[in-house]
């Protein structure tokens, strides 16, 4: 009978105790790191994050004019379990300051004013779930410049460039909800003010309706602006269009001494655009084409310029052909 190789057995076993000895080992590494972590975050950090700011509440009849501060630094001192949960989990806060309830006035100055931070703690600490944590915020002091607020109604002006598709054109005119907004600022601007402009905003290629919602051009937002409603909604209509003709008799008008008169070609082709839901509907019968006889006359014109005076609201004429033919009176 064979004997099995005592020299394999061995080497698997080897092998599978090299194995398990590195598992162990890993499991190790991972605990120790995972203990270390924990006894990391479990003691207290200072540290700096930046917030940006919202004021609320200004004066009624006041605005802002200066660059006031956009953000506060804010110094917390936390565990470092609460810093990593609020950077991995927590959405950024945006640190609203009611100037109404702070605001005080600088002494001999009509339209300087400040509010000192240290006063906020407890608002901020609110809003930001941090209220015993902060150690400090900078800057120290908050620095306003305010002028009295005047209001104008002004027209929105949309700054749009478009290009369509093959066979996609504009169905009906633009729609901008408002068409109208009401804009705040200092004198010497709204005085000035004849329109509020969009953003640019460029579309190509186009071959369906539109639904956009379009800021404020950024100029305005330097000067200090305050416009109501702060976005225009802007629908453009847009419609599949094919092109196609009609041959229609030239009706002679103004023909002052009643003359016979003969033209040459006796009818015209009037090539029109329209969209493809109201293809159907177009009928010859909703064209008319005809030639003004005494102006020919007046002008001694050998041709009479052919017009169409009659046709569906919903085409657009693209082209006529001829747009003048000859003509002979006969008595």
């Not at 203990?35 to 004066?59: A, C, G, Q, R």
């Amino acid at each position: 009978m064979e004997q099995p190789d005592n020299t394999d057995t061995k080497e698997v076993n080897r092998r599978f105790g090299l194995r398990k000895k590195l598992y162990i080992f890993f499991i190790c590494c991972i605990l120790s790191s995972l203990f270390w972590i924990i006894i990391k975050l479990s003691k207290d950090y200072t540290e700096s994050l930046m917030f940006p700011v919202v004021y609320t509440n200004i004066p009624g009849d006041k605005v802002i004019i200066n660059n006031a501060d956009s953000v506060l630094t804010l110094q917390l001192k936390t565990k470092g379990f609460r810093l990593l949960s609020n950077m991995l989990f927590s959405k950024p806060y945006s640190i609203n300051i009611s100037l109404g309830s702070f605001l005080k006035k600088i002494k001999n100055s009509n339209r300087e004013y400040y509010i000192v931070t240290s006063a906020l703690y407890q608002v901020i600490g609110s809003q930001i779930h941090y209220s015993s944590d902060i150690v400090a915020i900078e800057p120290d002091t908050l620095h306003f410049v305010l002028e009295k607020k005047y209001t104008k109604k002004v027209p929105v002006k949309l700054r749009l460039n478009m290009s369509f598709a093959q066979q996609y054109e504009l169905a009906d005119s633009i729609r901008c909800q408002p068409d109208s907004v009401i804009v705040c600022g200092t004198k010497n601007i709204i005085d000035t003010l004849k329109f509020v402009e969009t953003v640019y905003r460029s579309l190509t290629n186009i071959d369906a309706n539109q639904y956009l919602s379009l800021d404020f051009a950024e100029k305005y937002k330097k000067e200090k602006l305050i416009i109501t409603p702060s976005q225009a909604k802007v629908s453009v209509p847009v419609e599949k269009y094919t092109e196609a003709s009609v041959d229609l008799t030239i009706n002679i008008i103004n023909n002052p001494n009643n003359n016979i008169v003969r033209t040459f070609p006796e009818k015209t082709r009037v090539t029109y655009v329209v969209s493809l839901k109201n293809f159907k509907d177009v009928k010859p019968v909703m064209f008319s084409a005809v030639a003004d006889l005494s102006k020919a006359l007046a002008e001694k014109s050998k041709k009479l310029k052919v017009e169409i005076t009659k046709f569906p609201a919903y085409v657009s004429i693209r082209k006529i052909e001829p747009e003048k033919t000859e003509y002979i009176l006969l008595k």
